[in-house]
C-alpha cells in the first residue's frame, strides 16, 4: 500500500527508511496541464529561494572566519577588518550560486569570483562557475546530490513540494554552502 501523505521526515537520515520519494502518491486525480505548469513555477522559483539561502549561508560563513581569525590572531595588518567592511558594504566578491535549466534537471552551480592572475593573464576577471552544488527535478522538485558535473547521484536527499523539507532547505542555518546537508546520513 503506497501512503497517500508525503515524507514528513525534517531531514534525511531516515529517508533510506522509507520508500522511494518520487514513489509516494500525492493525490488520486491526475493533475491537469495547468497544475503541472503552476508546480514547475513553484520549482523553479524554489530554486531561486534556495540559491538565495546559499548565498546567505556564505556570506555567515565568510563572516564568522574573518571574526575568529581577528579574535584568535588579531589584525595587525587590518585584512580581516577590510573583508568584514567590504561585505557589510556589499562590494566583497563572495561566491554565489545561480541555476541552469536543461531537459529534466535544474543544476545549481556555485560560482566563484576569479581576479587578475598575472600566470593567466587571458582569463576573464569576474564570476565563473565552480562546482555543481546539487540538481532538482524539474517535474517532481526531487533534490540530488551530484555525482558530478552533468548528472545527480541515484538517491533523493529531499523534495521542494514538500513543506518540512522546503523549511528545511530556505533555512541558512540548516543548509550548506559546501553541500555538507545532502550527503545520506
Known amino acids: ?12 537520515k531516515y529517508i533510506h527508511n522509507t520508500r522511494h520519494m518520487t514513489t509516494i502518491q500525492l493525490s488520486a486525480t491526475p493533475k491537469t496541464k495547468k497544475q503541472v505548469q503552476e508546480d514547475q513555477l513553484q520549482i523553479a522559483q524554489n530554486v531561486q529561494d534556495l540559491c538565495k539561502t546559499l548565498e546567505e549561508n556564505h556570506e555567515q560563513y565568510v563572516i564568522e572566519l574573518h571574526e575568529r581569525s581577528i579574535l584568535r590572531d ?5 585584512y580581516h577588518k577590510g573583508q568584514l567592511r567590504e561585505i557589510h558594504d556589499g562590494t566583497a566578491n563572495l561566491n554565489r550560486f545561480v541555476s541552469y535549466e536543461g531537459r529534466k534537471y535544474i543544476k545549481i552551480v556555485m560560482q566563484e569570483y576569479q581576479e587578475y592572475n598575472e600566470y593567466y593573464p587571458n582569463r576573464e576577471v569576474g564570476y565563473r562557475d ?21 548528472k545527480p ?11 518540512d523539507h522546503r523549511k528545511f532547505l530556505l533555512n541558512p542555518k540548516c543548509v550548506d554552502w559546501a553541500g555538507g546537508y545532502l550527503y545520506m546520513r
Do not use: E, I
Request: contains cysteine.
Open 1 to 12: 500500500m503506497v501512503p497517500t501523505q508525503p515524507c514528513s521526515t525534517r531531514y534525511n
Open 74 to 78: 588579531g589584525d595587525s595588518g587590518g
Open 130 to 150: 565552480g562546482s555543481v552544488h546539487a540538481f532538482v527535478d524539474k517535474k517532481t522538485g526531487d533534490v540530488y546530490k551530484p555525482a558530478g558535473y552533468n
Open 153 to 163: 547521484a541515484k538517491h533523493v536527499r529531499y523534495n521542494l513540494m514538500n513543506w
